[in-house]
Structure formats: C-alpha cells, structure tokens
C-alpha cells in the first residue's frame, strides 16, 4: 500500500533525479509531523479540494470579522490580509487531507491484513438468484 510512486514526467531517465528532488520536498513536508515517513508514498491530494475551500473560506471569514470587529468596512479593507488568511487557510486544508488520506489508507491497511489473517471469520456466502430471494408473485383481480 504505501510504495513510492512512478515518475510523474515521462522524460526522466531510470534515475529519475527529478523524482528524488520531489521525495526530498515531500520528505521536508512531512517533517512538519503530520504525515509520518510510511506516508511518503500515497498520492498528493489536489491543491482545492473540500478541506482546502473550506478553510480558506472560514479563514477569509474570519479576515472579515476581524475587519467588522474593528469597525472597518468587513469587505473593502485589509485585502491584502484576506488574501493572506485565504493562502493560510488552504495551506492548512491542504496539509488536513493529506493526514487524512494517510489515516485512511492507514486504517485499510489493518483492516485488510486483519481479513487476510483471519479468512475464517469471513466466510464466501452461497450465491443466490433472485428467484430464491423473492416469494412467488400471485396478483389479485
């Protein structure tokens, strides 16, 4: 489950130095302890995704509040701090999935080594059609 993934560009050599450069990046990343080592290898999530949009969107919520609470107008001012608590706010959505997709891969990971394990206790059911399932149809005129 948790592999290094191929090269991205399709002109690396066998090398692939490109690719070390992006684990080193992915690696400095996942230093900031969220995400450990074993997690290096899932994909990365994409950029705006529902955790990013959401707290970027509160982020900037909060930038107009704060404006509000200061008596300035919550819209027009301070833009620069809206787009900067914006930034903020995606960065930290962003970084939420990706521990998010390690938690679940994570969580996958047990559950399918558990199943494997434990065969056992996860019996095939017999297949049925659906003629054994239903009762016989008589209609009432």
Not at 109 to 125: A, C, N, R, S, T
Request: glycine share 6%; aromatic share 10%; hydrophobic share 40%.
């Amino acid at each position: 489950l948790f592999r290094s993934l191929p090269c991205v560009h399709r002109l690396c050599a066998p090398p692939d130095p490109c690719c070390a450069v992006l684990q080193r990046r992915s690696r400095a990343l996942s230093d900031m302890g969220l995400v450990p080592d074993e997690g290096l290898g899932l994909p990365p999530p994409a950029v705006l995704n529902r955790n990013s949009v959401w707290c970027g969107f509160m982020a900037w919520c909060g930038a107009m509040m704060s404006n509000a609470m200061h008596r300035r107008p919550p819209l027009w001012s301070g833009v620069h701090r809206q787009a900067l608590a914006i930034t903020i706010g995606i960065f930290i959505g962003y970084h939420l999935t990706r521990y998010e997709n390690y938690r679940v891969a994570k969580r996958d990971q047990e559950m399918f080594g558990y199943v494997k394990i434990h065969p056992e206790e996860f019996k095939k059911k017999e297949r049925r059609s659906m003629a054994e399932v239903l009762e016989p149809f008589y209609p009432v005129r």
